[in-house]
């Protein structure tokens, strides 16, 4: 990872320079806009901290050559000024982030680990996208252990693997890398055992004979027998009839099948991968499910996570699902500011995965498309409150003569500033005072203009 630093205060620069080589990096110092531009034929940089005022012109207009040669690139705006006009344009035009001068180390250090952080999720998300069996994965321990049982599970053919968790957490996506990773000579089939009809279900998994009852005209072979030499996934075992629990019970000891009508058995040789969110184990001594059959499929048990106990594996989705969603959209692919990082990583995502993909992709349809950041301000209030704490103030009356959303801003607006001066303008007080989550302050602060 290289690191530039364009600026022509050799204090200031020399000082970066010695700070990040000593964390290992590689650091060049550029005091020159003509001398980014002879570096940027021969080299490409991973992160730029970019002064705006330069010698030779202004450090901003480099931005977006800066981007066009090396799209990877994290470029950090560095100006004395705080003119905040100029934020929001090297933001738009696509800068990572910036620093006010002066500023401590400590803040430059922090934005270096949080660039090279932001790429590493990138690159992490394109080699997701490229290989879609790696969805699952994460470098959360959680889910670390579970690819490496997954792993395991390839050699074999004739395994019984049962998969539990929340709904959303991903388990076809799992049965599906164990079908890929097999290299089965069969296909991969899937049955919603709650969403066929109890009256023909049976036909549907084990096929029917000629004749077996009015309306059968020829053979029929069942899902079974097609996902022979390959994968069944029975979704939703637990919703499983106990009239047909006893044949799959059967079906899964003899590994044959007797389609209806039919005096004949065949052999069938496949990898059956069941998936529950239910509790099977209370269902069993409620006697819904077949305790026999519980024991037969649960030979490997594999409960996947919830979203909400995978720690940094959210970011890593979401980095995958807004580049997935922004090529189908023909979109830029924007990036998360760290208060969105931060709301991701504290929501309960009670969808789990499933919640987090369609999150994604209700923010890319309705944010606005010239900001390169998904910000707080794109995000739904519901996300925002989640953790709300405290007791919201009393109300106030309607002034005469106003309108009611007129009313309700004026409000907001007063109530906020007055939580903030009391609180000495601490954020998470202030939050706390007014009883709604530091996230939910700061995007209402966006929208009133009070940051």
Not at 48 to 75: E, H, S, T, W, Y
């Amino acid at each position: 990872m290289s690191i530039w630093i364009v600026d022509d205060e050799t204090n200031l620069a020399g000082g970066l320079k010695k700070a990040f080589e000593k964390k290992g990096y590689s650091v060049k110092c550029i005091p020159t806009i003509h001398e980014l531009q002879e570096a940027l034929n021969t080299e490409i940089p991973s992160l730029v901290f970019l002064d705006q005022c330069l010698p030779d012109g202004n450090g901003l207009d480099m931005l977006p050559i800066i981007l066009k040669i090396a799209p990877r690139c994290r470029v950090v705006m560095m100006t004395a000024f705080g003119d905040s006009s100029l934020v929001v344009r090297a933001i738009r035009q696509g800068a990572y982030n910036y620093l006010d001068k002066p500023f401590p180390l400590d803040a430059a250090m922090n934005m270096v680990t949080r660039a090279f952080e932001s790429i590493r999720l990138q690159n992490q998300a394109e080699v997701m996208m490229a290989d879609e069996s790696n969805l699952l994965l994460g470098s959360s321990p959680a889910m670390e252990k579970v690819s490496e049982t997954l792993s395991k599970l390839a050699p074999y053919q004739d395994v019984t693997v049962l998969l539990t968790g929340e709904s959303g957490t991903g388990k076809e996506v799992a049965a599906r890398m164990i079908h890929r990773a097999s290299n089965c000579q069969g296909e991969f089939v899937a049955v919603n055992c709650s969403a066929i009809p109890e009256a023909l279900l049976e036909a549907e998994l084990f096929g029917y004979a000629k004749g077996a009852y009015t309306g059968a005209d020829s053979n029929k072979p069942g899902l079974i027998e097609v996902a022979d030499k390959g994968t069944l996934f029975l979704d939703e075992i637990g919703d499983l009839p106990l009239s047909l629990q006893t044949k799959l019970f059967r079906f899964i000891d003899q590994r044959t099948i007797r389609p209806l009508g039919s005096t004949k058995e065949k052999k069938i040789s496949l990898k059956l991968i069941c998936a529950t969110c239910l509790d099977l184990e209370k269902k069993v001594r409620e006697e819904s499910f077949r305790k026999d059959l519980y024991f037969r499929i649960s030979v490997i048990p594999i409960k996947l996570p919830p979203l909400r106990e995978r720690g940094k594996d959210i970011l890593e989705l979401a980095s995958y699902f807004l580049g997935d969603c922004s090529k189908r959209m023909n979109r830029p692919l924007p990036e998360l500011t760290e208060e969105v990082q931060e709301v991701f990583l504290s929501y309960p995502w009670p969808g789990n995965v499933r919640e987090l993909r369609n999150m994604i992709e209700r923010i890319l349809i309705l944010r606005s498309q010239a900001d390169s950041l998904v910000r707080l301000a794109d995000l739904p209030m519901e996300m925002l409150d989640a953790h709300p704490v405290g007791l919201v103030p009393e109300s106030r009356a309607v002034a005469p003569g106003a309108s009611l959303n007129d009313t309700i801003d004026r409000v907001e607006r007063e109530l906020i500033t007055a939580a903030l001066a009391k609180c000495g303008g601490n954020r998470t007080q202030a939050a706390a005072e007014l009883g709604i989550s530091r996230f939910s302050l700061i995007r209402r602060m966006q929208r009133h203009g009070l940051e």
